[in-house]
């Protein structure tokens, strides 16, 4: 069973776990704009925390192909009035989604308990930082930078070259000091990959537990699902659910997703499945 540990607080993966999404920025491919003054995003966190979220993971730069930067001023200004509100009001665990060293440092002082990080620390600087903080931290595989990503990705086998990424990330993470059980991946559905790559990597998912570490998993209303459904971003709940079923039957950690409620809902038939024996 998997735990994962920040300052005194543990949480335990021995069944998957919901993270709620909350992006607070103008141009998110989901929800951009939506949560992006600060009651609104205040009354979405207390809805997912009511909802049964274990974790909230707050975004202030968008990732979404041809996404503009955002400078550091900016991102720490959408982000740390809402780690610093979810510190102050909820007992759940804070994820910070950033790249940027400094919004994680600032964030974890803030209150945040877990790094979420889409370039895997390989901004200068933040492997270093990570070690200091003494956080766990999500590492991501993405092939490219978010504006070309999406321009030809390729692989000779996608599972097996995500694996070798990974096994090179960790080796840097622990080689700066950063605790092997303080990591967790997340091979980056949508992150330079084509149709056929992400359901490729749904369907082969049981094969990253060669590596012994927890999975974060986010395929949450993503072009994947569009795609194949010809479904807007909000129309794709059915898609998602199933997506994320496929993902915790192969070992999904963790499930970040947009719609809470319905999730669990679909866990939780998912997991009685599994302990009937508990409901006689």
Known sequence: MFRIESGHRTLALDKTLVMGILNVTPDSFSDGGEFSSFDLACQHIDAMVSQGAKIIDIG?????PGA???????ELGRVLPLVEYIAKHHDVWISIDTSKPEVMERAVKAGAHLINDVRALQAPGALERVALLEVPVCLMHMQGQPDTMQE???YRDIVADVIV??????????AAGIKRQHILLDPGFGFGKTLAHNYELLNRL???????????IGLSRKSMLGELLMREPKERLAGSLAGGLIAAQRGANILRVHDVVETLDCLKVFQASNDYRHLI
């Open 206 to 216: 049981a094969e990253f537990k060669v590596l012994k570490l927890p999975l974060l």
């Open 152 to 154: 030809a990705p390729n």
């Open 68 to 74: 503009a930067e955002v400078v550091l001023d900016e």
């Open 60 to 64: 202030g730069e968008s990732t979404r």
């Open 165 to 174: 990424f990974f096994e090179r990330r960790i080796d840097a993470c622990i």
